[in-house]
Protein backbone atom coordinates (compact mmCIF):
# COMPACT_ATOMS: atom_id res chain seq x y z
CA UNK A 1 0.00 0.00 0.00
CA UNK A 2 2.07 3.05 -1.00
CA UNK A 3 1.32 6.32 0.56
CA UNK A 4 2.81 9.75 -0.13
CA UNK A 5 3.58 13.51 0.24
CA UNK A 6 4.94 16.47 -1.56
CA UNK A 7 5.97 15.63 -4.86
CA UNK A 8 5.73 11.78 -4.36
CA UNK A 9 1.97 11.53 -3.44
CA UNK A 10 0.02 9.46 -5.90
CA UNK A 11 -2.51 11.19 -8.72
CA UNK A 12 -5.25 9.36 -7.58
CA UNK A 13 -6.24 8.50 -3.84
CA UNK A 14 -7.54 9.04 -1.07
CA UNK A 15 -6.35 12.27 1.13
CA UNK A 16 -5.71 12.35 4.27
CA UNK A 17 -4.99 15.44 6.45
CA UNK A 18 -1.85 15.18 7.57
CA UNK A 19 0.22 18.13 10.11
CA UNK A 20 3.55 18.04 8.14
CA UNK A 21 2.19 18.50 4.95
CA UNK A 22 -0.22 21.53 3.45
CA UNK A 23 -1.66 19.13 0.78
CA UNK A 24 -1.86 16.28 2.85
CA UNK A 25 -1.49 12.69 2.12
CA UNK A 26 -2.66 10.59 -0.48
CA UNK A 27 -3.13 7.07 0.04
CA UNK A 28 -3.73 4.66 -2.66
CA UNK A 29 -7.33 2.92 -1.88
CA UNK A 30 -6.96 0.02 -0.78
CA UNK A 31 -8.94 -3.35 -2.24
CA UNK A 32 -9.01 -6.12 0.20
CA UNK A 33 -8.55 -6.59 4.41
CA UNK A 34 -4.79 -7.74 3.42
CA UNK A 35 -3.87 -4.31 1.98
CA UNK A 36 -5.60 -2.24 4.76
CA UNK A 37 -3.81 -3.94 7.40
CA UNK A 38 -0.15 -3.01 5.21
CA UNK A 39 -1.70 1.19 5.03
CA UNK A 40 -1.08 2.35 8.85
CA UNK A 41 2.63 0.85 8.83
CA UNK A 42 3.07 3.09 5.30
CA UNK A 43 1.29 5.76 7.28
CA UNK A 44 3.20 5.46 10.37
CA UNK A 45 6.42 5.38 8.79
CA UNK A 46 5.79 8.21 6.28
CA UNK A 47 4.46 10.35 9.73
CA UNK A 48 7.66 9.55 11.65
CA UNK A 49 9.76 10.41 9.26
CA UNK A 50 8.71 13.44 8.70
CA UNK A 51 8.68 13.77 12.77
CA UNK A 52 12.34 12.45 13.19
CA UNK A 53 13.65 14.39 10.57
CA UNK A 54 12.62 17.37 12.42
CA UNK A 55 13.85 16.08 15.61
CA UNK A 56 17.58 15.61 14.01
CA UNK A 57 17.73 18.25 12.37
CA UNK A 58 16.98 16.90 8.23
CA UNK A 59 15.67 18.93 5.93
CA UNK A 60 12.94 16.85 4.05
CA UNK A 61 10.96 17.22 1.55
CA UNK A 62 9.04 14.44 0.08
CA UNK A 63 7.92 11.35 1.07
CA UNK A 64 6.57 7.90 -0.21
CA UNK A 65 6.45 4.52 1.78
CA UNK A 66 5.01 1.30 -0.02
CA UNK A 67 4.49 -1.32 2.86
CA UNK A 68 3.74 -4.54 1.46
CA UNK A 69 3.68 -8.63 2.34
CA UNK A 70 0.94 -11.96 1.76
CA UNK A 71 -0.60 -14.62 3.19
CA UNK A 72 -0.06 -18.10 3.75
CA UNK A 73 -2.95 -20.69 2.85
CA UNK A 74 -4.52 -20.42 6.11
CA UNK A 75 -4.39 -16.29 5.41
CA UNK A 76 -1.88 -15.93 8.29
CA UNK A 77 0.69 -12.90 7.49
CA UNK A 78 3.98 -14.02 6.14
CA UNK A 79 5.23 -10.65 7.47
CA UNK A 80 5.17 -6.92 5.99
CA UNK A 81 7.71 -5.30 4.29
CA UNK A 82 8.00 -1.62 3.51
CA UNK A 83 10.36 1.01 1.82
CA UNK A 84 10.82 4.49 2.10
CA UNK A 85 11.60 7.09 -0.68
CA UNK A 86 12.66 10.22 0.73
CA UNK A 87 13.39 13.70 -1.19
CA UNK A 88 16.11 15.51 1.04
CA UNK A 89 19.17 17.70 0.47
CA UNK A 90 20.57 15.63 3.13
CA UNK A 91 23.58 14.02 3.01
CA UNK A 92 22.95 9.79 2.42
CA UNK A 93 24.58 9.23 6.03
CA UNK A 94 21.91 11.52 7.21
CA UNK A 95 18.65 9.87 5.69
CA UNK A 96 20.38 5.90 6.61
CA UNK A 97 20.38 7.55 10.00
CA UNK A 98 16.64 8.58 9.67
CA UNK A 99 15.72 5.55 8.33
CA UNK A 100 17.44 3.74 10.82
CA UNK A 101 15.56 5.98 13.89
CA UNK A 102 12.14 5.88 11.82
CA UNK A 103 12.29 1.83 12.34
CA UNK A 104 12.80 2.06 15.80
CA UNK A 105 10.23 4.46 16.80
CA UNK A 106 7.32 3.80 14.58
CA UNK A 107 4.94 3.05 16.45
CA UNK A 108 2.53 0.61 14.23
CA UNK A 109 5.01 -1.08 13.00
CA UNK A 110 6.43 -1.95 16.34
CA UNK A 111 2.72 -2.80 17.51
CA UNK A 112 2.31 -5.56 15.00
CA UNK A 113 6.44 -6.62 15.66
CA UNK A 114 5.15 -7.30 19.03
CA UNK A 115 2.35 -8.67 18.30
CA UNK A 116 -1.43 -8.32 19.43
CA UNK A 117 -4.54 -10.70 20.66
CA UNK A 118 -7.84 -10.08 18.59
CA UNK A 119 -10.46 -11.33 19.90
CA UNK A 120 -13.96 -10.51 19.05
CA UNK A 121 -16.56 -8.76 21.87
CA UNK A 122 -19.04 -10.85 23.36
Known amino acids: ?13 VIFHHSWTEA ?7 VN ?7 PVAMCVLNDSYREAKRLG ?13 FDNEWHSTGIQYSVTLHSCASAEALVR ?5 DQVAEIPRAIR ?9
Open 98 to 102: LGAVV
Open 114 to 122: AGAHVARRA
Open 1 to 13: MPAGAGTLRASAG
Open 58 to 70: IALDNVAVEADGS
Open 24 to 30: GVVAVPA
Open 33 to 39: GGQLLHL
